[in-house]
C-alpha cells in the first residue's frame, strides 16, 4: 500500500498576491469501520496530559459529527485506547505517538507539528516548546487528515495570513496554518459536512477526490 503522508508544520513565509480561490478537498483514503485511535503514552505527569488531549480530540470529532446525524449515530463512534509503547498495535486503526526530541526540519524555517502517515496507521505530533492548546489545535487536525480531509485552502497569502494571525474564528480546523490565538481554531460545520460527504451513512460510498500523495499544513510567521 502506499504510504501518503500529510504534516502539520510551522513555516515563515513571505506575502504574494494571488486571486482568492478556496479549495478543500478528501484524500484517496477512508475508513472501513469507526475508528479506534490507540495513544501511545510517553509517560509521566505530561504523558497522561497528552493522552487526555487525544481523548478530548477524539470525543470532540465523535459529539460534532452524531450532533448531525439524525439516523444513525452509531456511525460516528470514535474509540480511543492507551497502550504502552511495547504494546500490540492490533485493532489500532492509527496509532497516536508524542515525539518531544525536537520538531523535524522539513526546509528552511519549516518545522513539522505533526504528520499523519496513511498506510502505516499513523499520526506522530512533535509537541517539543509547544504550548498545550496549540498541540491540542494539531491533535485536532491531524485526526481530521486520518478521517480522510485534506486542507482548506487558499491561494490568497493575504487570506492565510487573516487565518493565522486575524481576531476572528478561522473557517476550518483543516487550514493550512495554525491560529496564534489557539483559541480561535476549531472543528467548523464545514469540516463535519466534508466528513459526511466522504461517509454516506445511507449508500456507505465515498466522495474521494484526487489523491493527494503530501500535503502541508503551514503557520506562517512573518519577520
Not at 17 to 22: D, G, K, S
Not at 32 to 50: F, H, R, S
Not at 93 to 107: A, P
Request: charge should be neutral; aromatic fraction near 10%; include cysteine.
Amino acid at each position: 500500500m502506499l504510504k501518503w503522508a500529510l504534516v502539520f508544520v510551522i513555516a515563515i513565509c513571505f506575502s504574494s498576491a494571488y486571486a482568492y480561490n478556496i479549495s478543500y478537498p478528501a484524500v484517496n483514503f477512508r475508513m472501513d469501520n469507526p475508528p479506534v485511535y490507540c495513544i501511545e503514552n510517553p509517560g509521566g505527569i505530561q504523558g497522561d496530559q497528552l493522552v487526555s488531549l487525544t481523548q478530548e480530540a477524539a470525543k470532540s470529532w465523535q459529539d460534532n459529527l452524531v450532533a448531525s446525524e439524525t439516523k444513525n449515530p452509531q456511525l460516528w463512534k470514535i474509540s480511543t485506547k492507551v497502550i504502552s509503547a511495547g504494546d500490540s498495535r492490533a485493532g489500532c486503526d492509527y496509532t497516536v505517538s508524542f515525539l518531544d526530541g525536537g520538531q523535524k526540519q522539513l526546509e528552511a524555517n519549516t518545522i513539522i507539528l505533526g504528520q499523519t502517515v496513511y498506510g502505516q496507521g499513523k499520526i506522530d505530533i512533535f509537541y517539543y516548546k509547544i504550548s498545550i492548546p496549540i498541540v491540542f489545535n494539531v491533535i485536532l487536525h491531524e485526526i481530521g487528515h486520518s478521517l480522510g480531509l485534506g486542507h482548506y485552502v487558499t491561494d490568497d497569502n493575504d487570506a492565510n495570513k487573516q487565518f493565522s494571525s486575524g481576531d476572528k474564528m478561522a473557517p476550518s480546523i483543516m487550514i493550512p496554518v495554525t491560529q496564534r490565538d489557539p483559541t480561535l481554531i476549531k472543528i467548523m460545520p464545514v469540516d463535519v459536512q466534508k466528513v459526511r460527504s466522504i461517509y454516506r451513512s445511507e449508500e456507505h460510498t465515498s466522495e474521494l477526490q484526487s489523491p493527494v500523495p503530501i500535503s502541508y499544513a503551514v503557520f506562517c510567521l512573518k519577520k
